[in-house]
Nanobody, 121 residues
Framework: QVQLVESGGGLVQAGGSLRLSCVAS?????????????MGWYRQAPGKQRELVAT???????NYVDSVKGRFAISRDNGKNTVYLQMNNLKPEDTAVYYC??????????WGQGTQVTVSS
């Protein structure tokens, strides 16, 4: 069984910051180490489709959607089976449920349950 548990969401004023965490656990990570998974953060606003926010490869290379470049930073700590999303200069349009995802070619993909981020203007 695989669990991805997000935390760190909340209510913040525009211009503020939040740091999301996603901790991965489960027997699959003993077979195929967390460090070998590509990790990603996605978000879904009410009435909209889920969209990619940022990804980080197993080698630590980040990639971002244009709307968050320069404001968000994704990182990972393989020793803690954790991926982070530092979000600075938050805007009301960043309001959404944020999900983390683990991807591997061999063992498929896994999603967390999401954490709500609300940015007030």
């Amino acid at each position: 069984q695989v669990q991805l548990v997000e935390s760190g969401g909340g209510l913040v004023q525009a211009g503020g910051s939040l740091r999301l965490s996603c901790v991965a656990s489960g027997s699959i990570f003993k077979i195929y180490a967390f460090s070998r998974y590509a990790m990603g953060w996605y978000r879904q606003a009410p009435g909209k489709q889920r969209e990619l926010v940022a990804t980080i490869t197993s080698g630590g290379s980040p990639n971002y959607v244009d709307s968050v470049k320069g404001r968000f930073a994704i990182s990972r700590d393989n020793g803690k089976n954790t991926v982070y999303l530092q979000m600075n200069n938050l805007k009301p349009e960043d309001t959404a449920v944020y999900y983390c995802k683990a991807d591997s070619l061999l063992y498929g993909s896994y999603w967390g349950q999401g954490t709500q981020v609300t940015v007030s203007s």
